[in-house]
């Protein structure tokens, strides 16, 4: 049996198709025609199979533990399509209609929707564990979409049953990166309540699920986000391509494959390079820039891209770059700017979380002891107030570690299994920080969440709150927190209601507290209470157990225990002075550690070229005319390095090969105690600096046995020699 479309008049919004139906009334002219061919192409497969239009089909559902089977398979899709599942549901909400998400053979996973319109579906078996696969039901938009594996739509008597005539249906199939299909998403509603836009809306919604797919994969992987406009970057509208450790292209979503005109397959078979002519350290480097704008590329056909890279997984870790978590509404169907940077702020203290939670794992006080007096010191007093409900203010520079020791008292305090929420002051835009801590009531003010959202004090009950940047919380806010402080009560804005809370807590800054309360920037009362233990965290140049934080660090990169720092690499970290402190010292680390992949140890070529101009421009190259030959400084003797996992010195060690061969020889029995004493007037630093000259001439170089003699570290005496070199 054949049935014939061809004279049929292109999308005849009101006669009956030559097969006896009708394309929907609203759907454009020109899509109309292959609508109905599509259609007509299914009742023909249909036909051929032998199913009846008249008779009831098999409305059996699968048995509930097959179901609870086919559902777990498909965990990591339900899991992504959920929450679009309920963003969608807020655009049909009250239209008689129904989402359905289908497995990749088309038996139904979850539906949500109006209660009385899925009441009547559930006659129809549109309901979870029934199978809607074209074989089964005839044609339909599910089981139509997964044959034709294209969004289609059936409505009304194009359905191949007529007892499913009253139904219609816009389904979109969900693509893995790879092309394979993973399910189904549909709106099925009254045929009577039928709205063009329903089809772009499941199109859409289908798109996020994939996305999502695409970029939670934590694989060691590089995405690429890219779109031939900048703007589009971060839209629905983007390409994203997932580009695997060995530079191959690995995945595409179906807006990547549109804007590269490639299919699924082809695009598997090219890498970065063959596609944009780069590699992944282009990407790397590019992302480290700060506030890094989007990158060009162009493609072999001299079409420009522009491209933001981000990595995920062990390149995570390893390079040190945070992954932004993917929006999980696109940013055109947010309500107001508000809720959109609502949305963007609590998705970036989600992110600080995630890596919060990370780093858990790693802390605790003791993990902290690194064997610096300074830290041992601030150690010892902050165990002194564990438990005492004493709130501890942390002091220091940027990238000190203030969140991790306040991560560390949160772990040794008994309320370690409560909530730890750090809020950064300074990372919340100023209008959104009130209802961010307190939280705000339904509909408190416009553009608000809906539902209303508990803030982060209450988010923090029973356990700790830590304030980060406190130095930053705009001064009109400080009154409203003194009060919570005070009170250990919260009223969520909008509330009349306030709500006892139980908070631990912790605050942290870089900025001069005292200097700001007396340009009247910061409230005297709130200080007094924030205040009641204040630390300093010293800066990484001013500590001496940097050998061991840096193998801690490597510890951790999941690199292998055995990636050593050469002593070429090591001294010149003793000599450089880490501005941006241990944050710094791990994202050195990170990238040389990827540098060094394969290699027994790091050396100055694993080192990032800006980091060795930073080096350099700290402390210049001395001149072997300018500097005595024993102010180079010698590698540590193997000693030196016990327990710090940094490998032995090597015979060639930079430009301080053999130093010991170089060293002008001492007097025998010279000690520091009789270092001879230069002409005239000096400071104390200057008598300090001969002191260590002549220790170090004394040990022949051996920076070790000199620390040993004078008292000092090693990083000292390294520090104190370069400085007295300046000029
Ligand atoms: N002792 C340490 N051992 C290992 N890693 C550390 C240590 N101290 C800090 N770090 C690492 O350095 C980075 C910065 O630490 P943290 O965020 O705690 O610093 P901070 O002082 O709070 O910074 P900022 O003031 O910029 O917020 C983190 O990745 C942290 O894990």
Known sequence: MTMSTGNAPAGD???????????????????????????EQSHLRCAALGLSRVERPDYEPMLRGDLNLAQERNLRLFSRAAPVMELLLEQIVNTDSMIVLTDAQGTILHTVGDDSFMARANKVALSPGVNWAEQSKGTNAVGTALVEERPTLVHAAEHFMHINSFLTCSAAPIFDPRGNILGVLDVSGDQRTYHQHTMGLVRMSA???????????SGDRVRLHFHIRPEFIGTLLEGILVVGADGRIQGANRAALDLLDMSSASVRLHTLDSLFNINLGVLVDHLRAPLAQPMRLQLPNGRLLHASPRVTGALQRLTGLAEPLPMAVPPQAMESSVERQAVAAGLDERARMEAGANEARLSGLHYL????????????????????????????????????????????????????????????PETLIEAELFGYEEGAFTGARRKGATGRILQANGGTLFLDEIGDMPLGLQAHLLRVLQERC????????????????????????????????????????LNGLVVRLPALRDRSDLAVVARRILSTLGVGGDLQISPA?????????????????????RTAAVMAAGEPQITEQHLSDDFLDDVRRQTPPASSAQEPSWLVPA?????????????????????????????????AAQTAAEAPTPAGPRTLGEAEIDLIRAAVEAAQGNISLASKQLGISRNTIYRKLRWAQKP
């Open 13 to 39: 919004r009101t006669g009956a198709f030559a097969g006896g139906w009708t394309a929907p009334v609203a759907m454009p002219q020109d899509l109309a025609q292959a609508h109905l061919e599509r259609i």
């Open 207 to 217: 798109r996020m699920i994939e996305n999502h797919w695409l970029t939670d994969d």
């Open 369 to 428: 002891a690194t064997g610096d007096a300074q830290i041992e010191s601030v150690v010892r007093k902050v165990q002194r107030i564990l438990n005492r409900d004493i709130p501890l203010m942390i002091l220091g520079e940027t990238g000190t570690g203030k969140e991790l020791l306040a991560r560390a008292v949160h772990q040794d305090s008994h309320r370690a299994k409560q909530p730890f929420v750090a809020v950064n002051c300074a990372s919340i």
């Open 490 to 529: 919260v009223t969520p804005l909008g509330s009349q209601k306030s709500i006892p809370v139980d908070i631990s807590v912790v605050s942290a800054t870089h900025r001069d507290l005292r200097g700001m309360i007396e340009q009247g920037k910061f409230r005297e009362d709130l200080y007094y209470r």
């Open 569 to 589: 690499v090591m001294a010149l970290f003793l000599r450089y002075q880490w501005p941006g402190n241990v944050r710094q010292l791990a994202t050195v680390l």
């Open 635 to 667: 590698p540590p003797p193997a000693s030196a390095y016990a327990g710090s996992g940094i490998s032995e010195p090597v015979p060639a060690w930079g430009a301080a090969a053999a130093p010991a061969a170089r060293m002008p020889q001492p007097a």
